[in-house]
């Protein structure tokens, strides 16, 4: 069975930082690009960033460009999503996705639940 887990949410100061994680089960992570989504309330879901599987190339939205970086490590079929300096515009349900293939922008196939960062002091 695919699941795809997120974890690594919860609360943290203006400025802070956290770490989510997204563990792949039931495929090969490393054969597919990669997402990170988040939906804030009263919001639609947005793209954060997304890693390729064909050359590693990363991708930013504008809003989180310089203060989060992702990754992946294929050995513990695991990818990484480093927040820093948050704001409370940060706040949202942070959703993992995997792609039809090894390059961001195909349709996403896979969703994971999703885990919650409120950025608040």
């Known amino acids: 069975q695919v699941q795809l887990v997120e974890s690594g949410g919860g609360l943290v100061q203006p400025g802070g930082s956290l770490r989510l994680s997204c563990a792949a089960s039931g495929f090969t992570l490393d054969n597919y690009a990669i997402g990170w989504f988040r939906q804030a309330p009263g919001k639609e879901r947005e793209g954060v960033s997304c890693?390729?599987?064909?050359?590693?190339?990363?991708f930013y939205a504008d809003s989180v460009q310089g203060r989060f970086t992702i990754s992946r490590d294929n050995a513990k079929n695991t990818v990484y999503l480093q927040m820093s300096s948050l704001k409370p515009e940060d706040t949202a349900v942070y959703y993992c996705a995997a792609y039809g293939g090894q390059l961001c922008g195909h349709d996403v196939h896979y969703w994971g639940k999703g885990t919650l960062v409120t950025v608040s002091s």
């Open positions: 890693i390729s599987a064909s050359d590693g190339s990363t």
